[in-house]
């Protein structure tokens, strides 16, 4: 199993209007010299893909196709091998570091 971390974000030159109102709301709460917000979004996407190669072809393809918007938005992720989630002092679950071992189809694990 592959884990894609997919970062979709506004290109630079695009008003945030979001960004903007989260930068007021901690000035508002005394946090000072935030000089500037920019929102936006984060994917988990789980791919059951024979190789690494294909597993990033294939989200390439997604991201093009409908995870961003490419006239008003950049993306850009990164490949993660047999991850699993670990506690948070939080209560929220966050992705581990990826074990090292990938194999090829028919090759030995490395």
């Given amino acids: 199993m592959l884990t894609a971390r997919i970062y979709v974000t506004l290109k630079p030159g695009v ?15 005394g946090f000072t010299g935030v000089e500037e917000v920019r929102i936006g979004k984060f994917m988990l996407v789980t791919l059951n893909s024979a190789t690494v190669e294909d597993a990033k072809a294939q989200v390439e ?16 992720f990164e490949m993660e091998a047999d ?5 948070s002092p ?10 090292p071992q990938l194999r090829e189809p028919g090759g030995p694990e490395k």
């Fill in 61 to 76: 393809e997604m991201c093009r196709r409908l995870l961003a918007n490419p006239v008003i938005e950049d993306y850009s």
């Fill in 15 to 29: 008003l945030d209007a979001q960004g903007d109102t989260v930068k007021s709301a901690l000035e508002t709460l």
């Fill in 83 to 87: 991850t699993v989630p670990l506690p």
């Fill in 90 to 99: 939080h209560g929220r679950k966050h992705w581990g570091a990826p074990t």
